[in-house]
């Protein structure tokens, strides 16, 4: 049956899933108008925030939360709305071939819906051939560039499994393949569904829940209580075992709580603006190179970070008599972060050493061995004008990072208010996270540890000789 009020009511103004449901729930008769379209290809009968999600002829709808939220069916069953429409063509897509053809995702469940009807699916193209001439088409985007396989095709319906996986940009690009077809008279449908966490947990949480409502674009939280089909206690047990943050985005739907890996809190880090910075810093800009370029295999290679850190030392005096203390502010003053070819990161470099100043130390992460001193020489000489050296890689980034993360937590480190601020705190609070880039917290650790060697070594010493010595003769000072 047609779907009179996906057009109105779930339009302007907006209302919410919720207030939907109440109204449909005191008016019985809006249920009858309010069933989804359904054919016999699809064999489950809606829940209700599925249907919900099917009544939608909105541009974009997302449906995200919970694991286990019925979300992937959703999918499915929408992906099938429109199959006996002569010329409809539906894509539904995971990141890998790989994803696509686990035992229960969306491929192997659209076989055993599928078999035994009168749709024939042709492997080469993994694609579900209708009786009506319609098709549902599987493919993946593994690869940035895989987005562009799709150049030639037009569909009506495009949805995202697990969207988080996914890059925004390939996400954007496959809405220039939605298109209407002559004669075909069907909405043109960009649909999504996800888990919270991922890669691409930020974007998808900036367009979706955040943006909510805004052209068009509608979300639908899943819960897993929405889906009674499911045996919640067990898989409640199952879920148990998760670390809270994982738990809490696959059980509840969580966007908002972050995977964060405690070395590092948000609100420890200090800010400053850039013109109240004190004069008379030592600094440290410290490089720390990606191994990889972006390329077609790689779509969300590392990052070559060149991060400036500035420190400051106080020197307090507690009393007569007593030993002089020192007291160490950090600022981290700024972030180059990019992706480029050698021969960009090489004029990123020049730019920022040429910003900087020539009072600026230049720390370059060391590889190991006869390639790492190769490395340091070919900067030494293109950075000509600052010093440059190089810092041994270290094997155990956490360990790396310790002093610099408590410094954090002393209050020591400050950073300047720039554009750069939230992606990096995004980062710090992760860290360590394998699934999150910590590129960002290996220059900070860099700048942090090689910041204080750059200059000041002598005083270093006489005050931890004067330290050690007040130590033996019983008077306590504070170690910096
Ligand atoms: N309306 C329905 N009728 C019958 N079974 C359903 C329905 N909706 C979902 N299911 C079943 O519930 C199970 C979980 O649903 P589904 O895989 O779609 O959830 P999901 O939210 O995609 O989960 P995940 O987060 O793990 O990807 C599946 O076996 C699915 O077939
Ligand atoms: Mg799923």
Redesign the pocket.
Known sequence: MEAPLSGTLLNEPLPSYESLLKLVQATPALLEVTEPRLNRYIP????EK?AAFLLLECLEAFYGG?????????LLMAALQYVDVPGYAALLLRKSYQDLSLP?ALMA?AREWLEGTDAVWDRETHTWRFPSGATLTFGYLETEDDKYRYQSSAFQFIGF??LSQFTLTQYLYLFSRLRKKDGVVVPLRMRS?S?PGGRGHEWVRDRFIIGRGVDDRIFIS?KLED?P??DIASYEISLAVLDPVTRAQ?RHGDWEVRQSGGMFKRESFKYIRREMLPGGLSKVRYWDQAATEKSQKNSDPDWTVGLLMGLQVEKLKEGEGKPTRSVRKYYIIDVARLRGSPAQVDEAMKACAAMDGKDTFVYIEQEPGASGKRAIAYFIDLLRGNTVRGDPKTTNKITNAGPYSSAVERGDVWIVEAAWNAVFILEHEAFPNPNIHDDQVDGGAGGYNTVGKSSGLLEWYREEAERVKAMKEGTSASPS
């Open positions: 489950h009968y809606p829940h599925q919970a694991a286990g939220g019925g979300k992937s069916d959703a229960d469940r499994d697990e569904a888990n899943a889906n089909t499911l696959l």
